[in-house]
């Protein structure tokens, strides 16, 4: 059986990335902030525990929590967002909370996760965003969720230089129907969820690592420019 682990899963693309893999008969880990969320995912049977990936005290205690895995394939979820343009400087705050739960976190759980990946010659891919992409910026909306996301894509640029025997993917999830992209987004979680899935095993497994590695790839597969 195969172990996927879902760091963010209680609730929009974490939770039917929990729901399709358990369906598909993976086992599945998965994270969640609150016991709300835990029991959200329990009930589809994923196993769970909770973590607030904007705390790093919380995230602390996840390799000890993962000590002995081989984990296939582990997906790091979780992120808010913020719409504010450059016009409208974020507070404090507001910086920290983005820049905690899209990079922080990620960077804090990388290490703790990596080498448990490597024991499957497993995959570890972040959800990232079209919004990332230098290239392809055609407006200041959402200025500190891009640059966020942007980050987070260096994360992911810079990790196979230390854990090389780990395929690492960003992955953009499309524009989907989410408490954060809102009901006027064209790309439903289920089928988002789907097309990243078959994204994830097409690039899997050590024959495919040279040609994929650190890649930025959209839900459907092809390549999003940085």
Do not use: H
Not at 183 to 192: C, F, G, K, M
Request: overall charge negative; glycine content about 8%; aromatic content about 8%.
């Amino acid at each position: 059986m195969k172990t996927v682990l879902i760091l963010g899963a209680s609730r929009g693309i974490g939770f039917e990335f929990a729901r399709q893999y358990v369906a598909d008969g993976w086992r599945v880990l998965a994270t969640a902030r609150d016991d709300e969320g835990c029991a959200k995912l329990q009930a589809v049977g994923a196993e769970t525990f909770k973590l607030d990936v904007a705390k790093p005290a919380s995230v602390s205690g996840l390799s000890w929590r993962l000590d002995g895995e081989k984990i296939d394939v582990a997906l790091y979820v979780a992120g808010v967002m913020e719409r504010a343009s450059p016009q409208t400087p974020p507070t404090q705050q507001v910086f920290d909370d983005v820049m905690r739960a899209n990079v922080l976190g990620a960077m804090q759980a990388l290490p703790q996760v990596a080498p448990w990946v490597a024991e499957a010659d497993g995959t570890f891919a972040f959800v990232s965003s079209r919004m990332a992409s230098l290239e392809l910026t055609d407006n200041g909306r959402a200025a500190l969720y891009k640059v966020s996301k942007a980050a987070l894509n260096m994360v992911v640029r810079t990790a196979p230089f230390d854990f090389p025997n780990v395929t690492w993917l960003a992955l953009s999830p499309g524009w989907v129907q989410t408490d954060m992209g809102g009901d006027a987004a064209p790309l439903a979680v289920q089928d988002s969820v789907t097309q990243m899935r078959a994204t994830l095993e097409a690039a899997s497994g050590a024959k495919q690592r040279a040609a994929m590695q650190g890649q930025f790839l959209n839900y459907d597969g092809t390549t999003l420019p940085w």
